[in-house]
């Protein structure tokens, strides 16, 4: 892991290698670009500085053999001028040695002159061998710089002509079982609320607790194409997914506004218009993804507090509710044993006035019994007989009989 310091807030951030890597590669790239640029100029100025000094000294290797060919020259006058005097002096002498002389002066200037020009033909010499090297070597300076910017452009060609999605897809497979080997990363495929995302990135610690979630979206177009989109054309339509699908972040990985200098920062916050929301270029993608990813592990220990605490409430609220019901059933028993209670109560009452009735009943022929029974205590023949004149003889004859 790798650490790096926010030269703005002085915060130090914790990286992997291979998000080290991309932004070295990222800082190596504007360093190359610079780095060219500066080549070019330092080569263009030490150009002109070379032709300048090559100028300047066949200037004055010129001017050196002009200023000698002049020094000759009087000299040569001093010693005409000498000779005439001579001559005047011995005018036999010089008629006789005139044509020797003169032969011999005239084979000097020759020699002089051929020597002037030779120096001159030297040094023309030199300035083309000098300038051709100049030029090859900028010939082969354009030529690399050509390679260089088509190398980009083809790059820049390629990224455009391919999914843009494809591309993301394809970085994070690269390093997804070294750098994020739990996490889920999928296309988004659920588009019940009318709308959908690109991709989802989840990921959970070992006890299911999620660490962080990432609704991405990805943005690019030709450019040739005749309507320009902006960025912030696709915020309010992020910010709705994000919140569709349950993510923490909202990102937005952009090749639009390509000139913006804004949005070439490489990692943009917009979560002044759209809570935690970032714009990011491709390069950045791998960035963002750690960056969020180690912030949120740097805050999942509260995240277990908080949903050890959860477990819990939730231990606590299925108590509680365990406990309603055991009193609900209770309840409900104690209900239906009053109830049934009430119906025994009832039942008792019930039998009791049935049994009443029957010793009302009992009582009621036990008196008439009893009064029967007095009747017949009652009875006697004397009253039988009584007005009954035939009887009563009867029962006269069989007293006496």
Known sequence: ?????????????TIDEASYASIVKQVRDDEFNAEIRNRELNYSREKESALRLAKAESDKILQEQISKKDSLIQEL???LEQKDSERELAIT??????????GEKQIEISRLTSAIESSKNQYALQEKTIKEGFETQLRLRDEEIERLKDFKAKQSTKMVGESLEQFCYDEFNKIRMTAFPTAYFEKDNDARSGSKGDFIYRECDENGVEVISIM??????????????????FFKELDKDRREKNCEYAVLVSLLEADSDYYNAGIVDVSYQYEKMYVVRPQCFIPIITLLRNASLNSLKYK????????????ITNFEASLNDFKNDFAYNVDQAHKRFDEAIKGIDDTMNKLQKIRDALTKSDDQLRRANNKVEAVSIKKLTKGNPTMAAK??????S
């Open 216 to 233: 991405f979206e990805m943005k690019n177009e030709m450019e040739t194409t005749a309507t320009k989109h902006k960025n912030e054309d």
């Open 304 to 315: 277990q507090q908080m949903e050890v605490m959860r477990n819990q409430n939730i231990d």
């Open 1 to 13: 892991m790798n650490e790096i310091k926010c030269p703005k807030c002085g915060e130090v951030f």
């Open 77 to 79: 006058q001093s010693r």
């Open 395 to 400: 029962f006269d004859e069989l007293k006496n």
């Open 93 to 102: 002498k010089a008629v006789a040695q005139k044509d020797a002389q003169l």
